[in-house]
């Protein structure tokens, strides 16, 4: 009788994925195409969901639904829409790889990936990374793209260099909190914060304040410049204030002349399951502003709606007539130029 339900239940669950299948199918795909129902299916469904129904969508109508996404969907809806369908993995993977392709690099996406995510995800990412980008090695990829401290500080994270205990030796804690204030030597900062586990950071952090008076975070400010400062503060934030960080990036992506949709794009999709709910409280405090109403004021469209939606965390189609505020200030500060 068990081994009956144990079939009932997979049979039923594998006609769910193909009825799941044919609603995504259907949400994108010719006179029955709408981004309003493919927000809403993305919206009610788990990352997790997403990619055994992306796998069913394979099975039943013999195309791939990356593919077929990328042909209906355009601009910054469909740059938003795509990763939502990738492993959480994956796409780590292939921001990385952006990051380092062509000329130039992008520091700043380097530090937000390999600086947020624990030794775990490190290897998995390592792991996937020569799946996914063809044969290539992250490490060696960043050795090419990278120099100097800075290198070495990505480098030593990605070898999984980061202390996991969550016991702490204070007097070890009081001794590594004098070296930095001792010390402007590059590599006493390198092998602390990118070696001891985020406990003893935590109780470092306060040591020091406790100490002299200030923060890690303005020391780093006061002693060091460029790429190296910047990996350093992405640490300390990762270690210290991670939702800070995270607001801040979203911030900084809105504001100014024009919007960086791809760091907008990247926070939400990579936060929405983890703690974007928390960010955006943060974000809050941190600016006096209203989260949601700042995207909402540099978005449009249904890449509006589905950037609230997974800020919400359910479907919320923003009624909306004309331009909005920010955009009509930014058209104006262009044709007074």
Known sequence: MEIVKEELRYHNFSQLKSSEAEILRNAIMGDTKNEQELIKFIINRTNSERLKIKHTYRLIYGSDLIEDLKDELKGDFEDAVLPLFYDPIDYDCMELKIAMKGPGTDED???????????????QIKQRYPIVISGSDLIDNVIDDTSGNFKNTLVALLNEKRAENTTVNYTECARYARQLNEHKDESVYLQIFTEKSKDEFVAIENLYKEYYGKSLLDVVKDKFSGDFEDGLVGIYYAMIKPHEYFAKRIHDSIYGLGTDDETLISVIVTRHEIDLPLIKEVYEKMYDADMIEDIIDDTSGDYQ??????????????????????????MLLLFLS
């Open 305 to 330: 709606t589905l950037l609230v939606s997974l800020v919400k965390g359910e479907y919320a189609k923003v009624s909306f007539i004309g331009i909005n505020i920010r955009q009509i200030f930014m």
């Open 109 to 123: 996406t380097l530090i937000e990936i390999i600086t947020n995510r624990n030794n775990s995800v490190i290897r």
